[in-house]
């Protein structure tokens, strides 16, 4: 009996410390729960809520004005499968080096945003919700930078605005790396899972805990090689903290909806139409250290939709999440002379 009682402790031992080293953290982390707390809520007309940062004073009862350039709005657009959170750690360096108001938001099912498994997490609708944002809060003079899935969300509410024969309220137009140019896409194999028909199914079937290895091993894949691992590991697992937040790695295959649309030849002629019609100085900020953007995307970027005045400035040695590996060189890049002080 005792022998029994024995095994089985040793099994339950067993069990134990293979769910403590490969499941998903059950809360969010003390620095999650920091930036939650800078944040608020955005209602959107779908009656969703958007989550956003806001440097302005007003915006943080308590704390008193400070010397910022009120004309001047940084509108901050992450990416996927990451949140604003992204931007965390250089939010306040941001707005001291470039004395203006400073903006981050989370898209709908991604960081602290609403979730809605029913949702249609398209392009249209993710540029709306950010127009919508934009409007409510009044910002206009702003400089827009974005990043993977955030630059299709950004040209697609230009493309919105000029349809509209609206002005945009954008001052520039700052893109990090992202597939801009589908075709030069160095595609992980979970994109491709995902872009195939069955992407949900694969999110469905395969347990939570070898997901969140899986999708780990996606994110190591496009940091640059040689960086700090330390580094690497832990900013990829508080990523996914993040998205594992109110289920959002349940619907990652509708998150990923962006990619199918940036497969269409017909929304990246569209896309680059505007781009190229654009009143506003435009920027390419890219690391070319990045396996699933290549810093090839900025060449062909430039020659298909003719930005001949684009600045095109490229960090070696970076790779995809140029923000969490380099900040200040990163700073540097998307400031520029306009903003830098």
């Known amino acids: 009996m005792f022998l029994k009682l024995s095994i089985f402790v040793v099994f339950l031992a067993v069990l134990l410390s293979l769910y403590i080293h490969y499941a998903p953290l059950s809360s969010i982390s003390r620095s999650h729960v920091n930036w939650y707390q800078r944040g608020s809520y955005y209602r959107l007309p779908s ?8 440097s302005h004073p007003n915006t943080r009862p308590g704390h008193s004005p400070v010397d910022i350039n009120k004309d001047d709005v940084v509108l901050l657009i992450h990416g996927f499968p990451s949140s604003s959170y992204d931007y965390s750690t250089l939010f306040t360096a941001l707005q001291k080096r470039c004395k203006c108001r400073v903006v981050a938001v989370d898209h709908l099912g991604f960081g602290f945003s609403s979730k809605p498994p ?22 206009e003079n702003v400089h827009a930078i974005s990043h993977d899935m955030g630059d299709t969300v950004l040209t697609e509410a230009l493309s919105r605005l000029e349809e509209q024969g609206k002005t945009s309220g954008f001052k ?23 872009l195939s ?16 290895l899986f999708t780990l091993k996606q994110l190591y894949s496009i940091w640059s090689k040689g960086g700090d691992e330390g580094r690497m590991k832990l900013e990829s697992n508080e990523m996914l903290d993040l998205l594992e937040y109110n289920d959002g790695n349940k619907i990652i295959h509708k998150l990923s909806y962006y990619l199918k649309e940036r497969s269409r030849e017909e929304n990246e002629r569209r896309w680059f139409a505007t781009l190229s019609r654009l009143k506003v100085p435009i920027k390419l900020c890219w690391g070319d250290g990045d396996a699933v953007a290549p ?6 970027l430039v020659k298909r939709a003719r930005l001949r005045d684009a600045k095109v400035e490229i960090m070696e040695g970076i790779g995809h999440f140029g923000m969490l ?17």
């Open 47 to 54: 009656g969703h809520d958007m989550f956003y940062v806001d």
């Open 172 to 194: 520039t137009v700052t893109f990090t790396n992202g597939g801009m140019v589908f075709s030069e896409i160095g595609l992980r194999l979970g994109q491709r899972i995902l």
């Open 295 to 300: 810093v090839k995307i900025t060449t062909e």
């Open 197 to 212: 028909g069955y992407g949900e199914m694969f999110v469905e079937k395969v347990p939570d805990v070898f997901l969140r």
């Open 118 to 139: 029913s949702y249609n997490y398209t392009m249209s609708n993710l540029s709306s919700n950010l127009l919508s944002f934009l409007k409510s809060k009044g910002l």
């Open 325 to 341: 590996e380099d900040a200040e060189r990163w700073m540097d890049c998307v400031l520029g002379e306009e903003l830098l002080v």
